[in-house]
């Protein structure tokens, strides 16, 4: 099976940067995800890693050490829409896909 | 509107009844999956399909059952609910290739 940590809660400022990091313990990967929820809504994907190093999409940066089996998802430019939960998920060698319990995110004025 | 069609979209059942929770996908996606989510402890894997015709249990299966006729269709079943299964429930497919999860907007389960 698979033990994904990440923090329960983080608050920023508007126009900040927050880190979310993600700590993973697996069998098998098959590659590390990051989904955003907002409240009442289902997930939608944000980004996926199956190589080391750091993928780039607009304001948001996933990194990836598959040895220290650790992710991180990075918010530059802080907007109060993306207060919501950042879900860190880890799929296996059959595919399946688990996930951590999540970190909401609050951006404060 | 290609994507994932659950129903009920919420449902209060009475302890001990059957209840089956639809969803349907139109993106010809080979994998299916069910979630239930509950408030700190994330979305939790119950069951999932890798290809019509075959279906795996998840780390949270007991109580549910699942079957997969068609690549379109995976129903979820509880055959006597009980109030512990009172949850979020996702259904949600991927092409394995990609392992993308596209998810349906859930079902709100409330078992009295």
């Known amino acids: 099976g698979q033990n994904i940590d990440q923090p329960t809660e983080m608050t920023a400022t508007e126009g900040a940067i927050v880190q979310i990091n993600c700590t993973y313990q697996?069998?098998?990967?098959?590659?590390l995800f990051w989904y955003q929820q907002h409240a009442g809504e289902a997930p939608t994907f944000l980004s996926y890693?199956?190589?080391?190093g750091l993928e780039e999409k607009g304001r948001f940066s996933s990194f990836l050490s598959r040895s220290k089996g650790y992710s991180y998802l990075l918010l530059k430019e802080l907007q109060m829409k993306d207060s919501a939960s950042y879900l860190c998920?880890?799929?296996?060698?059959?595919?399946?896909?688990?996930f951590g319990a999540g970190t909401t995110v609050t951006v404060r004025a | 509107i290609a994507g994932i069609t659950q129903a009920p979209t919420s449902q209060i059942l009475a302890a001990g009844r059957r209840m089956t929770l639809r969803c349907t996908q139109d993106m010809r996606h080979n994998a299916m999956y069910w979630y239930r989510q509950d408030l700190g402890l994330g979305l939790r894997l119950i069951h999932y399909?890798?290809?019509?015709?075959?279906?795996g249990k998840g780390e949270v299966p007991d109580g549910y059952s699942v079957s997969r006729a068609n690549t379109d269709d995976f129903p979820l079943t509880l055959a006597s609910a009980v109030p512990s299964q009172t949850s979020v429930y996702f259904c949600a497919s991927s092409e394995a290739s990609t392992g993308e999860l596209f998810f349906g907007e859930g079902s709100r389960l409330t078992v009295l």
């Open positions: 890693n199956v190589l080391d």
């Open positions: 697996t069998s098998g990967f098959n590659g």
């Open positions: 998920a880890v799929r296996d060698g059959d595919y399946k896909l688990s």
């Open positions: 399909s890798n290809t019509a015709g075959t279906t």
